[in-house]
């Protein structure tokens, strides 16, 4: 185990972590020493998997799964320190034709699942002693994108739901942290930035003129976990290279 890791936050689970930006967080946890549970559907570990992992399959739209995901984590690591909440899924639909099945799917996906997986991670923090929930949220949470209204509500819920946690659960030396990107390059966006229109468009419009990569959000997720800051709870931060505040 690496100086790196403070003595409280040590086993840490990860949801969506095959690909990605869950899979870059996983890759640095573990770089910087923790032990890393890897939650994902297909049960296997991110490519280039380098350290202490141990997989399980889970899907988090299914609340049996997630169950057996974070108690059988916590069991083979021999207790649960933080979880973060990666997993999402990005739908897009006109409103004026958007199912509601579609709207649940992203809600499922995105939001709910922070609710279920926090819920069963937090026996195993209080007797851990406390620890951290990292939730990734999106920079989407306060603005309207078109085609775009069950991912940003999904969005919305997750910096809700993480202001819930950090108020009720501080009790317990739980602290619940909301990270926001803005663009980062990922299978999610592949088609997105496949268009030069879009990058020069991006151009203009961030004050870097480029999106994001995953070592970006990997970095500040694990750092939170290194530095273990009790006293930073329930707050969204915003990694986006400073598109959402440039005028
Ligand atoms: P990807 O599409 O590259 O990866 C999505 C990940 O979520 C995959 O690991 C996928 O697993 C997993 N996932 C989806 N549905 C489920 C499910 N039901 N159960 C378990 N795992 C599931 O997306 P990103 O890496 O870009 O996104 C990761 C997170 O970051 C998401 O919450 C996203 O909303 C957020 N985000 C991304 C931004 C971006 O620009 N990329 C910007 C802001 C936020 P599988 O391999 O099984 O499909």
Redesign the pocket.
């Known amino acids: 185990m690496s100086n790196d890791v403070p003595g409280k936050c040590r086993a840490i689970a990860v949801?969506?972590?095959?690909?990605?930006?869950?899979?870059?967080i996983a890759l640095e946890l573990a770089r910087r020493g923790f032990t890393v549970g890897c939650?994902?559907?297909?049960g296997g570990l991110p490519d280039g998997a380098e350290g202490t992992f141990i997989p399980f399959t889970?899907?988090?739209?299914?609340e049996s799964?997630i169950k057996a995901a974070v108690d059988g984590f916590a069991k083979a690591a021999g207790g649960l320190h933080g979880v973060v909440?990666?997993?999402?899924?990005?739908v897009e639909q006109k409103s004026a034709e958007l199912s509601l099945s579609t709207f649940n799917e992203v809600m499922?996906?995105?939001a709910a699942?922070v609710m279920m997986v926090s819920r069963d991670a937090f026996p195993h923090l209080v007797a851990a002693g406390g620890g951290g929930i990292v939730n990734?949220?999106?920079?989407?949470d306060k603005v309207g994108v078109s085609r775009n209204l069950s991912?940003c509500a999904?969005?919305a819920a997750?910096a809700a739901i993480t202001r819930c946690h950090a108020v009720e659960w501080a009790r317990y030396g739980i602290h619940a942290i909301n990270i926001?990107?803005?663009?980062?390059?990922?299978?999610?966006?592949q088609e997105f930035f496949a268009s030069d229109a879009t990058k020069e468009w991006l151009k203009q419009r961030s004050p870097l003129g480029r999106?994001?990569v995953?070592p970006d959000?990997a970095k500040l997720v694990a750092a939170l976990f290194c530095e273990d800051i009790p006293f930073l709870t329930g707050e969204t931060i915003y990694i986006?290279g400073g598109q959402a505040i440039a005028q």
């Open positions: 949801t969506g972590s095959s690909r990605g930006i869950g899979a870059g939650l994902s559907r297909g889970c899907d988090v739209t299914d799964s909440n990666n997993a999402g899924l990005l499922a996906t995105n699942s990734i949220g999106s920079f989407w991912y999904s969005k997750i926001a990107p803005g663009y980062i390059e990922t299978d999610m966006n999106p994001g995953v959000v986006d």
